[in-house]
Structures are given as structure tokens and as C-alpha cells.
């Protein structure tokens, strides 16, 4: 029997430099694009997908998120006061219910492979799902509710996965696949940023992971990889003949908003998909070309 995903972990310690001066006292998953910071679609998107506990790895100079995601009194009474009942709902639907919400400290940054093993005893032994908030996706239905349908077929774990030019190939996790009917492809194992000349395919992971408990074992082991950190693509290549393995095609657009170019992209794509808002930045655009 496959067990339902019913817990996302969420990691945020990151310091976010690509983006100073402006996050140097705003954490980088605060960052808005439109009208709501990056980590607000990641939760949004987990809890679409049926999520029911929402796990923060934070560092320093992260309170922000805690405080996103809970009651603001005065600004709450504020806005009844003065009549703004739709805005007022709007603040109100982000926060999850009391006790659905859970924060851990990742002290040292040693990778992704240890901010999520930071999380290991939220988790217990059921499967749970990752979310970056880096990586912003424009998905209906979300991406993670994408993988957790096909997760019901496959089990194991499942990662989203897009393809990308050969030379990039280095800065992503790359799949070793076996077996690919153009959707869901299934894997022999992982190398995390390889040579182009070395890797294996382009099919690359992105931020979305849906993961058995048993990566714990290999994290477990705090060995160091790529780039000298503990690096999660290499935990799970390890489980691979224990725990079956597979990537998704989701569809939808990946904006990545650790780049300042992708940051500019996802907002005009975010905007343009607001109906109330598209033709005023289509006109807006026209200016520049």
C-alpha cells in the first residue's frame, strides 16, 4: 500500500546573496512576485496538493516567514475597522490552522541534503514532499499535486524534471534513465552537476521531490558532495534498487527566481496570468520594444 503525502518540508536557511542588497534584511523567499513572496506559492501550492503539515528548515534573519504566516493583530483589526473585508480575507486563508505549521534550525549552510535531514524527526517514516521556493511554477493544476497523482501510480520516489540544453547540465541533478514514455521516466541512478560531456541525459531535477524515509539513512551519513555539501540528489542515487525511482514531465512553466533574470520573468508571466492585470502589462511591454 502506497501512504498518502501528508507533509512538506520547506528549506529557507539560504542567505539568498544573488539578490543583495535587497535581502539583506529580507529573507529571498519573501521576495514578491506580483502581489505574494515566493514562499507564500510554494505553501499554497503544497497545500492544493492535499499537504496537511508544513515543515520551515530556517536560519538566522528568518522571522519574517514565521511572521507571514501568522495572525497580525493590528493590521487584521485595522482593516475591519475599515471596512476592507476582502482584503482582510485575503491575509486571513494564508496561515494554516494551529499546529499544522513547524520550524527547525539548520545552524551550518551544508547543502539541501542537510537542511532536509535537519528535518528528519518531523518526519518520522512516512513519505513527504520538498518544495523550493526558488523555483516558482506556473501549473494548473500545481506541480506538486501533478506528482502526487502519479506518485499513487509509481510510489518510490518521485522528482519533477525538466530538460534542459546540454551545456547546463552542470548546474542541475541529471538523471541516469532507463525507461521514458515522454512523461514519466524512470531511473538508474543520478549525478548531481556533471560535465556536459559526462552526463547522462539533460533531464534535469528541479525543486519539487516527493521522498521515502529511507533517504534519511543515506543522509544520515553527512558525506559531502558536489561543491563540498551534503547534497540530496546524492542520498536518494543511493536508495535507488532499494526505492524505485522516477521523474515527472509536469506541465506547466518553471521560473527560476534564484536568478535575477528568472525573478524578472516570473513576474511578468505571474502578471499576464492575472486576468484584471494582463492587458495593462501587455500595453506596459509595448514601450520597450
Same mark, same amino acid.
Given at each position: 500500500?502506497?501512504?498518502?503525502?501528508?507533509?512538506a518540508?520547506?528549506p529557507?536557511?539560504?542567505?539568498g546573496?544573488?539578490?543583495?542588497?535587497?535581502?539583506?534584511?529580507?529573507p529571498k &523567499?519573501?521576495?514578491?512576485v506580483?502581489?505574494?513572496?515566493?514562499?507564500?506559492?510554494?505553501?499554497?501550492?503544497?497545500r492544493?496538493?492535499? +499537504? &496537511?503539515e508544513?515543515?520551515?528548515?530556517?536560519?538566522?534573519?528568518k522571522s519574517?516567514i514565521e511572521d507571514?504566516?501568522?495572525?497580525s493583530?493590528e $493590521?487584521e483589526r485595522?482593516?475591519e475597522?475599515?471596512g476592507k473585508?476582502?482584503i482582510?480575507k485575503?491575509?486571513?486563508?494564508?496561515?494554516p490552522?494551529?499546529?499544522?505549521?513547524?520550524?527547525t534550525?539548520?545552524q551550518k549552510?551544508?547543502?539541501l541534503?542537510?537542511?532536509?535531514?535537519?528535518a528528519r524527526?518531523?518526519?518520522?517514516?512516512?513519505?513527504f514532499?520538498?518544495?523550493?521556493?526558488?523555483?516558482?511554477? $506556473?501549473?494548473?493544476?500545481?506541480c $506538486?499535486?501533478?506528482?502526487? &497523482?502519479?506518485y499513487?501510480?509509481?510510489g518510490?520516489?518521485?522528482v519533477a524534471?525538466?530538460?534542459v540544453?546540454k551545456?547546463h547540465t552542470?548546474?542541475?541533478? +541529471?538523471?541516469? /534513465?532507463?525507461e521514458?514514455?515522454g512523461?514519466?521516466a524512470?531511473?538508474?541512478?543520478l549525478?548531481?552537476?556533471p560535465?556536459?560531456?559526462d552526463?547522462?541525459?539533460?533531464?534535469s531535477?528541479?525543486g519539487?521531490?516527493?521522498?521515502?524515509?529511507?533517504v534519511? &539513512?543515506q543522509?544520515d551519513r553527512?558525506?559531502?558532495?558536489?561543491?563540498?555539501?551534503?547534497?540530496l540528489t546524492?542520498?536518494m542515487?543511493r536508495t535507488?534498487g532499494d /526505492?524505485?525511482?522516477? *521523474? $515527472?514531465?509536469?506541465?506547466?512553466?518553471?521560473y527560476d527566481?534564484g536568478s535575477?533574470?528568472g525573478?524578472?520573468?516570473?513576474?511578468?508571466?505571474?502578471?499576464l496570468?492575472?486576468?484584471?492585470?494582463?492587458? *495593462?502589462?501587455?500595453?506596459m511591454?509595448?514601450?520597450?520594444f
Open positions: 500500500m502506497i501512504k498518502p503525502v501528508r507533509k518540508v520547506f529557507v536557511a539560504g542567505q546573496t544573488r539578490f543583495l542588497p535587497a535581502t539583506k534584511a529580507m &523567499e519573501m521576495l514578491p506580483v502581489d505574494k513572496p515566493l514562499i507564500q506559492y510554494a505553501v499554497d501550492e503544497a492544493e496538493a492535499g +499537504i &496537511e508544513f515543515i520551515f528548515v530556517t536560519g538566522r534573519a519574517a507571514h504566516f501568522d495572525h493583530y $493590521l485595522s482593516l475597522d475599515r473585508s476582502d482582510l485575503s491575509v486571513q486563508d494564508i496561515i490552522a494551529a499546529g499544522q505549521v513547524f520550524y534550525r539548520q549552510p551544508l547543502g541534503g542537510h537542511a532536509v535531514w535537519c524527526h518531523l518526519i518520522y517514516d512516512e513519505p514532499a520538498v518544495l523550493l521556493a526558488d523555483d516558482l511554477i $506556473l501549473a494548473k493544476p500545481g $506538486l499535486k501533478q506528482m502526487v &497523482e502519479t499513487q501510480e509509481t518510490g520516489n518521485l524534471v525538466e530538460d540544453p551545456d552542470d548546474r542541475y541533478g +541529471i538523471l541516469d /534513465v532507463v521514458d514514455d512523461t514519466i524512470r531511473a538508474q541512478g549525478v548531481e552537476k560535465n556536459p560531456a552526463a547522462p541525459s539533460t533531464l531535477i528541479i519539487r521531490y516527493i521522498l521515502q524515509p529511507e534519511f &539513512e543522509l553527512q558525506e559531502k558532495g558536489a561543491g563540498g555539501e551534503i547534497q546524492d542520498a542515487a535507488i /526505492v524505485p525511482f522516477h *521523474g $515527472l514531465r509536469f506541465n506547466g512553466n518553471r527566481c535575477r533574470l525573478f524578472i520573468e516570473a513576474n511578468i508571466a505571474f502578471g496570468d492575472h486576468s484584471e492585470m494582463r492587458s *495593462g502589462i501587455q500595453e511591454l509595448k514601450k520597450y
